[in-house]
């Protein structure tokens, strides 16, 4: 039997997250999956070159087991992967997935380009309309990180880079996992979200953790960015930078953002969603659609909600 190289569970890795991590290393290997649904997918360097489920092979293969969410996984070493001509036309695994989010209606939105952090944020026009209700901080980097006006030095008193980021419980699970496999089978992940995610320990800042693994600018932002979206970090303090807040209207949508709960890029969805249910005459409450929309549970909207009485009170 082939060796066993990483194993795990679907709850706390993505499929999409898992391949990540074998593309950074290199491997010829065969993933197996068990749960309600099976399926197998085959690696060449790191590269997707093959799938299967009962009943398709290759790209439908693959498009039903990258919806997974719940069962295990099981890397082993292989020699010979089965490969799919639909999948080898692929120059890569990013061209696959996002010839499958094209499939299934869920293109990724363009990411948010990150500020640069040696230059004041730019006024807003005189005049310029405001928005109605939860808008955004004006100057909030992609990953809902909010920065603090005017130029400064990376890594000092204020900005996106001087926030302390903690690991959640998903983010603890997944690490110990990744660790436990090292210490047992040798197999070290050097993809650039666990070299940052191994490194987040409560107290450090963003800058103090980039510049330990040399990774900074918008590729530490990226990464974070990456991290915050599936759920394995989170910023739990405000930044000096959002003070502003106390003494405006509090907005529920900035507030979230502030705290790290969700980015500008889901705000902006769950606008459009509050939106377009107007016009077809259903209302309903920013929190809620957050929560529908998977961006956040219902225990932070509450935490919000609380704020805002002391903050209005």
Do not use: C
Not at 33 to 54: H, L, R, S
Not at 61 to 84: M, Q, Y
Not at 131 to 143: H, K, L, N
């Amino acid at each position: 039997m082939s060796k066993l190289v990483l194993s795990g569970d679907l709850g706390h890795f993505r499929v999409e997250m898992l391949v990540r991590i074998l593309e950074s290393i290199r491997i010829n290997a065969e993933v197996s999956f068990e749960g309600p649904d099976k399926g197998q997918i085959y690696f060449v360097q790191g590269k997707i070159v093959g799938a299967n489920t009962a009943t398709d092979q290759g790209v439908n293969a693959l498009s039903g087991i990258a919806g997974l969410k719940t069962g295990t996984f099981s890397v082993r070493l292989s020699e010979d992967p089965n490969r799919h001509p639909d999948l080898l036309q692929f120059p890569d695994n990013q061209a696959i997935f996002r010839h499958l989010h094209a499939q299934a209606g869920l293109s990724r939105p363009a990411p948010v380009p990150v500020p640069q952090l040696n230059k004041a944020a730019t006024p807003a026009p005189a005049g310029a309309p405001d928005r109605a209700s939860s808008t955004r901080i004006p100057a909030v980097p992609a990953a809902g990180v909010p920065r603090a006006p005017g130029p400064r030095a990376p890594g000092s008193g204020a900005g996106p880079s001087s926030r302390v980021p903690e690991l959640t419980d998903k983010g603890r699970i997944a690490l110990r996992s990744i660790q436990t496999n090292y210490a047992l089978r040798g197999v070290q992940v050097e993809a650039d979200t666990w070299r940052i995610l191994g490194k987040v320990d409560g107290t450090s800042t963003l800058y103090q953790i980039g510049e330990s693994v040399n990774i900074l600018g918008d590729r530490l932002m990226s990464v974070i960015e990456e991290l915050q979206q599936q759920g394995y970090l989170r910023f739990s303090t405000f930044d000096p930078s959002t003070e502003h807040l106390k003494q405006t209207k509090f907005r529920i949508g900035e507030y979230m953002i502030a705290k790290g709960i969700i980015t500008e890029v889901q705000l902006e969805a769950a606008l459009r969603r509050q939106a377009e249910l107007a016009r077809k005459g259903r209302y309903m409450w920013l929190g809620e659609i957050l929560v529908e929309m998977n961006y956040a549970r219902p225990s932070q909207v509450q935490e919000a909600m609380a704020m805002q009485k002391r903050m209005q009170g």
